[in-house]
């Protein structure tokens, strides 16, 4: 009987055959003809069972092989499109193969994520019906995520078709949906543009299209890129919590909702090293990790490069539209936290870590480093007309101390004058040390990082390690003195001798300088091994050595 099912429709379900043949030849016993038609007393609406014997009947008139029916009028390609490769096979293996258990082929992956009824768009009900006097059910339409036709960019209906009915039950699409229907949702306008993109993503994942993210395990990929992009904490860890709560602002817990999106079973999973499985799950991280940069005013940045793009935040400078801050850069916090900092051309010094929510391009300032001369002029004429510093500080939202500041054109404290930065350079050249590096790095930091590409600070030692070999004739000459005058050759007398306190900890990087230190001044055994092991190696050699007198 199975040679008589009629010819598959494009994106038709393997359910959706079965219905229509059930609608043309009513059965007296449900159970029983579907039993001779599909080998069980049941259909699974969106997985298959025995195809291997279904592709035999029909092999005259559809000319399909078992596994390409599962590929074009099946779920599972949507479905186990995430899985491991010999997981995906064996659900395909049940799925044709005859006498196997296939209950579970497809609850494991969808059970979390399949609405309860069967769904249609009315543009393509209404072109089916004029070229083919019926319609069908889409596998595209049936999917998770999928609520736009993204050929009509129409909301899908849902009809009182129930996909968990009684199992014999067979509801054919043409007669379903002449009992009419209502949309499956609704949408606002932002939710409404994601939610097509959204489906569309979908229906690329059921058809089987690659893209950057088509890789096995990409949950490693999805946290790196989320590094980039700011949601670290520290070096090598994920900050899981920022990132979902970005993820939810992103898409919105309505919209989530409506699309059926279970956040609870899949929301951290796709950050972890083996990823999602749910489809619709990583069609969502790989959208936000895609879209929330550029949405979000971030234009796909590396750290300590500059970057382009963003508004000055100083409205007293009155800059054109199209003004852009010429000099942003990522920088690492002490902690670990990725921050942006920028300098205007205006003098507005500021550090930011996201944009305003009105404005993706306006920095959401956190920090100022540098007040403008507009800043300077506003406050003078504030205090000209109030005749208060308290009132100029409230009018311009700042500190009593900064508004001070402003009125006077104090120079802070902190900000060192180009006198004492040049003057740090010049000791940075014949004397590098680690404090001298650190104050530079703050007052003078694109000069600092360019010559510390020469110069390295190892220690507390104020000798760069190239200069390794001076280093080492002072030690020698050091040593020369101290035995000349009849006194006892040690790391304090060498250090008094040099100038500066010689640390063995520090010589790693001093291989010559290493070498005459530990000539004159080796290590002692018990710094060589400590606590119990070292003791009771001791005990044992005094031990050994006893007997052996």
């Known amino acids: 009987m199975a040679a008589q099912l009629p010819y598959p429709y494009p994106d038709e379900l393997l359910y959706s055959v079965f219905s229509r043949y059930f609608a043309y030849f009513p059965p007296e016993s449900s159970s029983g003809a579907t039993s001779t038609v599909v080998g069980r007393r049941w259909c699974s609406v969106g997985f298959g069972s025995e195809l291997d014997r279904i592709a035999e009947n029909t092999r005259n008139t559809w000319g399909m092989a078992s596994h390409e029916i599962v590929e074009q009028h099946t779920l599972l390609p949507y479905y186990g499109a995430f899985l491991e490769p010999s997981d995906y096979l064996e659900r395909v293996r049940k799925m044709c193969s005859p006498g196997e258990k296939v209950q579970g082929v497809g609850s494991s992956v969808a059970r979390f994520h399949l609405h309860d009824t069967m769904r249609y768009c009315p543009v393509c009900v ?170 979000g005013g971030f234009k796909g940045f590396l750290a300590e490069t500059p970057l382009y793009g963003w508004k000055c935040p100083n409205p007293r400078a009155n800059h054109p539209d199209n003004f852009r801050v010429p000099h942003v850069v990522r920088r690492k916090s002490r902690l670990g936290y990725d921050y942006f900092h920028a300098k205007c051309s205006c003098g507005f010094g500021f550090a930011f870590h996201k944009a305003l929510d009105e404005d993706p391009l306006m920095p959401d300032v956190s920090a100022t480093s540098h007040w403008s001369l507009f800043h300077q002029k506003e406050a003078r004429k504030l205090f000209e007309k109030y005749l208060s510093v308290r009132a100029v500080a409230c009018a311009m939202k700042i500190s009593h101390r900064t508004a001070s500041k402003l009125i006077s054109c104090e120079r802070s404290k902190f900000k060192l004058s180009p006198e004492q930065i040049e003057k740090l350079r010049r000791h940075w050249e014949r004397h590098p040390s680690l404090a001298t590096y650190q104050v530079l790095l703050k007052h003078d930091r694109e000069w600092m990082l360019e010559a510390g590409e020469r110069q390295k600070v190892i220690g507390q030692l104020p000798v760069p390690t190239t200069r390794d070999s001076d280093l080492a004739s002072e030690i020698r000459a050091a040593i020369t003195r101290t035995r000349q005058r009849g006194g006892e050759v040690t790391m304090d007398t060498l250090s008094h001798e040099i100038g500066f306190q010689l640390v063995l900890n520090h010589l790693d990087d001093y291989p010559l300088s290493q070498a005459e230190v530990l000539a004159v001044c080796p290590i002692p055994p018990r710094s060589q091994g400590r606590g119990k092991g070292a003791k009771t190696a001791a005990t044992s050699q005094s031990g050994s050595g006893s007997k052996s007198r």
């Open 126 to 295: 209404s072109e089916d019906l004029v070229e083919f006097g019926e319609t069908y059910w889409r596998r595209g339409h049936q999917l998770t995520g999928v609520t736009i036709c993204t050929v009509h960019d129409q909301i899908l209906f849902a009809c009182e078709a129930t996909k968990h009915s009684k199992r014999a039950a067979f509801h054919d699409a043409t007669q379903r949906v002449s009992l009419g229907g209502s949309e499956c949702v609704s949408f606002t306008g932002p939710e409404r543009r994601l939610a097509t993109e959204i489906s569309k993503r979908c229906i690329a994942v059921l058809s089987g299209e690659c893209n950057k993210w088509t890789k096995y395990e990409i949950g490693l990929d999805y946290t790196q890129a989320a590094r980039e992009q700011g949601f670290n904490f520290g070096k090598d860890k994920t900050d899981t919590n920022f990132l979902a709560d970005s993820f939810m602002k992103f898409f919105g817990e309505k919209l989530l909702l409506k699309i059926n999106f279970n956040f609870g079973y899949g929301g951290r999973k796709p950050f972890r090293n083996g990823g999602s499985k749910s489809p619709l799950t990583n069609v969502l991280v790989q959208m936000f990790l895609e879209q929330h940069v550029e949405d």
